[in-house]
């Protein structure tokens, strides 16, 4: 408890008329609490708090909404643009897709680059910051297709666009309106970007081309991620994987077909000798080409005791594979993998075909039997082992993961993730080939959009060659300041390092067309600088509909077509594909920072963004002028329940911003907690982890924001009557205590600057929690109440106080600001302290610290006091220490330090008394307890209590020393004014007080 505020009549509290908003100016400080009727007369002489500061908000989102109105929430970034200031900072803003209603991830990002803005904008610097959204790609076409059950292969391509793009338009209104009540700082107005407008879209062709020029964009025909269910390739960042999927899995036999001359010593006369594998993908053993091993592991001909039947299969893997065959598998012979070089196996399901036995470094003894089957269509590894060998590659399942006629009438049209793997295995069971078949758990890769399983397929697609340029990007990002540090960096080189080529082609019709077109005889392309630029000018002009809306002569003119060496537009098709979405985003830097040299000082996202806009930023980046988009990259975690698990609809634990801020129907279920209390959630997590939320750590969000509040509010009402021109003591002139205070507040201010330079938001909040609890609440605003309230209004010790009030208020409101913004700014609608220049906190600048505050000297001086009084507080039994002396009996060393805070054997007003807040202190050497003259001592002592103190010597060692505490009744009259037992009458004032009373008369 800070204080008891006394009830006064409202008529005898002035009102504090504030500088700018019209809803306060009428509102005086009530006083909670009961007064006794005695002390009634004397009220008016009580320099009690004044202040129209309310103590909590009656609505809080709704008077958020009026502070933003009056303060200027919507201009201050027009306005800090308009400041001819020489540091800038520029953070990029990650688009978030246009595809939905804004969630608490949302929150989670823009608070977090909108306290730094903030934080930035006090310190002096120039903000550039655009929000901006990622407005093509599968994910908003899906949402636009499903609210009117339309199907992609029913409607036209423009039909597809125009119905995308409302989506997404209407889903960046809404966005933009919850950022804007989040108090995200922007010009919502006239500053964003999106990539769908033409300007960005033209750049992004440019740029494309500036890539193809320099060979590293090409096409080719090689596997790629592929999705039935969105009938489009996908890239690794476009995937999820689940971690239970459930696959038929089989083993199967290769029978020998031709062996090699070392391995027909090993099998000598044995006939029917097959290669056993092991697949969880049953549908890819018509495509296979090859069997796979390791030529420096050892590999084993066994016997099956169950059939008979003989097996090579990796020396180490017999017992593994025995145990989930359910039989014994004996060894007759073991041998080098490099004696089945040369040999070949017959295909299990289409006869008459021979697979040839491959060496391959892929090939993993983990599981399985070491020998891998191998369909080039679709394996990554499967596709190495093909160029190495010239192994053909055949696709035999089209878009809609259907097999086509080249898999024979058996399966073609079915689905190779059902009926069509049910067939294979089949298959492989009427040729007696299946030896085990089992359903097998284990992760798969999803399409992330629709949640259905992928696979890999070979087809005709356009790359970026990240192996030319991954060594380069790895190099830069060890010059880029990472947060969280070590682990952030680490986890975008992984992400770098193992890719080696980039499928930026889509099939879809929502999103930047690749501006390529196709010889109709010879299947070449034609894209040329010529073309290039021609398509950019039509984008420019209208856009990337023009890609479908345009004629080819318009497209694809005369000119064009004569310089690249061919004769007439009837010879070309246009290209189908788009773009993928994380090229159009991952050439924001060049569409948007072009003031900034095309570089931002952070990028700031979720850590997913590690293989998504992190990445296809830094090699779109690379390839183009060798240099890293960013000097800093802050990664943040993904929000999650309060209990730990995943939010989920179904689990209906999913936590809505805009329910957090503005409330639901029902208040009890869903409170209007306010905007600023989702801000101080957000500074309050470990943002680098998993951060929770839920409806206790809201509340206690809440608590906490009050807590801080009420302690602005009693400082707000301390500087009632305070003119910092006029009122502010000298430093020299402080009392002790006073200088003690800025003391610890100059650490204080020191700790959150540097705190907020490296983006430590939680320590943050966490000094001030400390600053607020433990060195405000607790001690000085505790122990400074009697000479705030009862000495003269112009005396230097209230004077003192207050300015050491104002330096409080000014340090916590602006250290405050950036993460409750509007709390701070509510405040100086409130501030009496301020000229009516001063209409924001934002536009007034970071605090500042003087450093002749910072007085080490002075902690052990404290350190003392606050023993001292601590050992008093335990010992006496009321929570009022007015009700009692105290008499101290101190070692000489104890005794010297407590000297300066008391230069008298005894008072009731020295900075020693303060401290104590107790009615009398005497101050004695330990050898003096017997006989002891003191006021104190002479009364009946209740308490006798020894005790040890820590003493900082200056060459920074610690010693003991020891004190004993005298504590008696109070030996004096109360004083109905100052309410201390310090009056020698119970119905006259004590001294101080009449003093103060009689110079109020006088005036």
Known sequence: MLMTWRKVSVCSIPVVRTRTCQRWQTHPLSLPGKRHASSKKYSDSILLPKTTFPIRPKNPAAEEVEIQKVCGFSELYSWQRQQDRQKHFVLHDGPPYANGDPHVGHALNKILKDMINRYKLLRGYRVDYRPGWDCHGLPIELKALSEGRDSFRRLQPLQIRNKAKQFAEKAIRNQVAAFRRWGIMADWDNGCYFTFDK???????????????????????????????????????????????????????????????????????????????????????PANEAMCY??????????????????????????????????????????????????????????????????????????????????????????????????????????????????????????IFTDGNETVVEQLRSA???????????????????????????????????????????????????????????????????????????????????????????????????????????????????????????????????????????????????????????????????????????YLEGKDQHGGWFQSSLLTSVAVRDSAPYRCVFVHGFAMAEDGTKMSKSLGNVVDPNLVVSGGKNRDK??????????????????????????????????????????????????????????????????????????????????????????????????????????????????????????DQTSTGRRGCQTVQFHILDVLTKTLAPVLPHLAEEIYLHHTCLGEEVASVFKSGWFESDPSWYRPDLEPLWGVADDVRDAFNRQIESADPRLYDVAIFASSTVYDTLKVLQSEETSCTSDLCEMMMSSFVSLHREDHQENSPSSVSQQTVSKVSQHECVISEADGSKRTATFTLHVSPASHQKCERCRKYVAASPTTPCDRCLAVMADSWAT
């Open 199 to 285: 300007q960005y879209e033209a750049k992004q062709l440019e740029l494309f081309y500036k890539m193809y020029e320099k060979d590293y964009i090409y096409q080719d025909f090689k596997p790629v991620f592929y999705s039935p269910s969105s009938r489009t390739a996908l890239a690794e960042a476009e995937l999820e994987y689940k971690e239970d999927h459930v696959s038929h899995a089989v083993y199967a036999k290769f029978p020998l077909a031709t062996l090699s001359p070392a391995l027909k010593a090993i099998v000598g006369g044995r006939c029917d000798v097959s290669v056993l594998t092991w697949t969880t993908l049953p549908w890819t053993i």
């Open 294 to 415: 390791t030529p420096s592991h050892d590999y084993s001909l066994c016997q099956c005791k169950t059939t008979g039947q003989l097996y090579i299969l990796a020396a180490e893997r017999v017992e593994g594979t025995a145990q989930v065959l359910g039989t014994s598998l004996d060894v007759l012979n073991t041998f080098l993998g490099s004696t089945l070089e040369d040999s070949t196996c017959q295909h299990p399901t289409i006869h008459g075909k021979v697979s040839q036995l491959l060496p391959a470094h892929h090939v993993s003894m983990a599981k399985g039997t070491g020998l891998v089957h191998t369909a080039p269509a679709h394996g990554m590894e499967d596709y190495t082992v093909a160029l190495a060998f010239q192994l053909p590659v055949f696709t035999m399942v089209d878009e809609d993961g259907r097999y086509t006629d080249q898999a024979g009438p058996h399966l073609n049209g079915k689905n």
């Open 432 to 602: 007696g080939h299946l030896v085990h078949e089992q359903n097998y758990k284990h992760s798969y890769p999803y399409d992330w959009r629709t949640k259905k399983p992928v696979f890999i397929r070979a087809s005709l697609q356009w790359f970026v060659n990240t192996n030319s340029i991954k060594d380069r990007a790895v190099d830069l990002i060890d010059g880029v300041r990472m947060y969280p540090e070590g682990t952030a960096a680490n986890s975008l080189k992984a992400w770098v390092s193992t890719r080696n080529y980039w499928c930026i082609s889509r099939q879809r019709v929502w999103g930047v067309p690749i501006p390529v077109f196709y010889h109709r005889e010879s299947g070449k392309p034609l894209l040329t600088k010529e073309s290039v630029d021609h398509v950019v000018s039509l984008v420019r002009r209208e856009g990337t509909d023009c890609w479908w809306t345009l004629p080819m002569e318009e497209l694809l003119p005369d000119d064009v077509i004569r310089k690249a060496g061919y004769r007439d537009v009837s010879e070309f098709d246009k290209g189908a594909d788009i773009l993928d979405i994380w090229f159009d985003s991952g050439v924001s830097w060049a569409a948007t920072l072009e003031d900034s040299g095309g570089v931002a000082d952070m």
């Open 670 to 791: 869903h409170p209007a907690y306010g905007a600023d209390v989702l801000r101080w959630w957000v500074a309050g997590s470990d943002v680098h982890s998993h951060v929770y939320i839920g409806n206790n750590i809201l509340n206690t969000a809440r608590d906490s924001v009050l807590k801080v509040r009420r302690i602005l509010r009693f400082l707000l009402g301390n500087l009632s009557g305070f003119s910092p021109a006029e009122h502010t003591v000298p430093y020299h002139q402080l009392r002790p205590v006073d200088q003690y205070m800025l003391h610890v507040l100059y650490q204080y201010a020191q700790k959150v600057t540097d705190a907020y330079e490296n983006f430590h938001f939680t320590k943050v909040q966490y000094l001030t929690l400390g600053l607020v609890t433990k060195e405000l609440s607790s001690l000085y605003l505790n122990i400074t109440k009697d000479r705030l309230y009862c000495d």
